[in-house]
Structure formats: C-alpha cells, structure tokens
C-alpha cells in the first residue's frame, strides 16, 4: 500500500551489506517488531464503554485511551506486515491477523465501523489497513477463529462511507481534511476501488490545496498557536498520500499528489510547500520572526518540541527520497535542537526523539521512514 514489494527486497540487500542509513533503521525496526510479537491484543472495547471509539482531546490524556490503544496497534500491525514482506515468516504474517481481528472482526472486541472522532482516526486506522494489505492473502485468513478478509473489506467500506468527504472545519480547508482524504485514498487500496481511490485524490487536488498561497504557506494552518507544527502536519498527510498516488499511479485519471500544480511554472504543489518550510525545521525562531507585527499569527505555542522536529524530520526523510534536494537532506538531520522534550504516546517513538539522528520515525503512517522510505534513489530498482 505505501512501499512496492520490490523497495522491500531492494532495502534487504542494503541491510545484508550493512549500507547506511538502512542498516540501522532496520535495528531499530526489528526491535519493534519483537515487541508487537510479545503484545496482547487490544482494543476499544478494553474500557468497558462500548465498541464505538472515544477520545478526548490531548488537554485530557486519561480520556485517550482508545486513541493510545489505536496508535500501538497500528504500529504493531504495520511493523507485523511489513517484517512478514521482509522475512517471509509465517509467525508475523500470524499475529497480524490475530491483532486485526481483535480490532475490527471479533463480536466480542471489534470496534464499530462509525466514525466519532476524526484526526485521530485517520491518522491510525490506515497503518492498520496497510498491515492488512501486506499479508494479504495468508492462510492464516483461512481458519475459522478469525473473521475473513472480505469482512474486513465491508468493515472499511462501511467506515468510509459513515466519514464522508466534507471539509470539517470552519475554517475552511485545514489539515484534517488532507488526513481524511489519505484515509479515503488508503481504504481504497485495500478494496481495491479504484474509482474510491481516484475520487479521494481528485479531492486532494481541488480541495486539498485550498489554503495553500504562492509563497508556499498555509493560511489556515498560520493562524493557529503551534503554526508551524500544524503546517508541517499538513505536509505529512499530503506527502502520505502523495506516496499511495505514486505506487498507483496507474490508476489515476490525473497526476500524482507530487506532480499536482497550483500556481503553475516548474514547482509542484507539495513541492512548494516543502521548500517554504524547510528552512524553519532547524531555526523555529526565525519562523516566528516571519509574523513580525502580528507575531500571534505565527506563534510557536509551547516552543519546537523535539517531538515536533522528529515529525519533520520524518518527513522530510520522505521528501528527500522522491525530490533528492539537499535543502530536506539538511531539514531531516535538523532535529537535534529542540526547545524541549515533550513525551509520546508510544516507547519506539519516545527512542526516535531521544536520539534525534537518523534513523527517523513517523508516528503517524509510515513508522521507521529511514528503513521503508529512506533515499530510494539509491536502491537498485
């Protein structure tokens, strides 16, 4: 769904010969994986409130859990997937249909295809589809203590049609709408609706781009406190999605996410964004020298966070990939400078921010972006 197959066995070479920057990413990825291997599972339903999920904004943890539950599962699933994709091992292939099945099939434990919330649905769901595209087709499918592919499919078809594709904010285009739309784009993959695939970038292209001025800022996203963090937020849901447009591109009616142009001339949209932005990853206070006379308008709330610089640098380990331009090559390894620590939601992230060099992780989609999406333009394909 998010790399092709042949990216994985192009990056096992790499990692047998002990290449850089694969070799350490695939460390780190391992040791993820021997923890998904060892969790039990979990789901919404382990509060005791119900099947439907809930959460709460991040002014009040303890009323995250579902979200917490949700962020770690996908993980696990993903990191499942893909260590099946890498191994060929049975054992991963195993445990992420068990983990899959407590979440979305089991009567007892599943979650209700509704949606409830939104971000924090979008930004967890679709690792969890992906886990499910890559071991695809397993036999494990075919035992009867676990629910069937097909019911997964009516699960996920089910959801996105309870979603909708409206703008969901007052403001207009924001952020949460590109999230929506990659999770649109990436439930498509999975039931292999093409014209659901194509609708949800067809969205992105006219809609997703809204707020997007010529000089490469987001205007809905500048007026928030923590605007730079929002709008790199931003960048990463249009980037994710960028990457399912570029694996299946085949399938579009138009151009990738990547190569789709606003304001025309030899710069794409995504592009724009990405070069406007770059240069504040490493220097946060210059970005709020940027709203001098109305510094409200581009306020670091709670300073740059190593958090929020590892979320940067995550992504722009995937924009270096497809661009190759040494101004995100330095943008991804700006992130030893936070203002301070802010902890996450789950330990493999926390070792991401704590050691704030390569390897890089997204907390949202892609996970070790160093080993899965790290310089392609290397690898032998």
């Known amino acids: 769904m998010f790399i092709h197959l042949d990216t994985v066995a192009a990056i096992r070479s790499r990692v047998e010969s002990g290449a850089s920057p694969w070799a350490e990413a695939y460390e780190a990825f391992t040791a993820d994986v021997q923890n998904a291997m ?3 599972p979990e ?18 943890p303890e009323a995250r859990k579902d979200y917490v ?3 770690r599962t996908g993980d696990r699933i993903r990191d499942l997937g893909l260590a099946y994709q890498y191994t060929g091992s049975d054992q991963y292939a195993e445990k992420a249909i068990e983990l899959l099945n407590h979440w979305f099939l089991d009567s007892e434990t599943r979650m209700a295809p509704v949606k409830t919330n939104s971000i924090e649905l979008f930004i967890t769901l679709p690792k969890m589809w992906w886990g499910a595209e890559l071991v695809r087709g397993h036999e494990r499918w075919n035992d009867d203590s676990v629910g069937s592919e097909a019911d997964l499919q009516e699960w996920i078809q089910t959801f996105l049609d309870d979603v909708g594709h409206d703008i969901p904010t007052s403001f207009g285009q924001q952020n949460i709408f590109n999230w929506q739309e990659m999770s649109h784009a990436a439930g498509a993959v999975y039931l292999r609706d093409w014209d659901r695939f194509r609708d949800a970038m067809q969205r992105n292209r006219e809609d997703g781009f809204n707020q997007l001025r010529e000089d490469g800022l987001l205007e809905n996203e500048i007026v928030r406190a923590s605007s730079l963090a929002y709008s790199l937020y931003a ?10 447009s570029r694996i299946y591109a085949d399938k579009l009616d138009g151009p990738t996410l990547y190569e789709h142009e606003k304001f025309g001339g030899d710069k794409g949209a995504i592009e724009r964004i990405l070069d406007a932005h770059a240069p504040y990853v490493g220097d946060p206070e210059a970005w709020e020298a940027l709203g001098e006379g109305d510094p409200e308008r581009f306020e670091n709330e709670h300073g740059f966070p190593a958090r929020k610089q590892e979320a940067a640098s995550s992504l722009y380990e995937v924009a270096y990939s497809y661009y190759e331009k040494d101004t995100y090559l330095e943008a991804l390894k700006q992130s030893g400078r936070p203002v301070k620590n802010v902890p996450t939601y789950v330990s493999a992230q926390q070792a991401a921010i704590n050691d704030p060099d390569r390897p890089h992780r997204d907390e949202r ?6 080993f899965s999406h790290g310089e392609r333009f290397r690898l032998d394909l």
């Open 38 to 40: 060892a969790a039990a």
């Open 43 to 60: 789901s919404v339903t382990d509060n005791g409130d119900g099947h439907e999920f809930k959460t709460k904004g991040p002014e009040d």
């Open 69 to 71: 539950k949700a962020i």
């Open 235 to 244: 960048a990463k849901a249009l980037v994710t999605a960028a990457e399912l």
């Open 365 to 370: 989609i892609l996970g070790w972006t160093t």
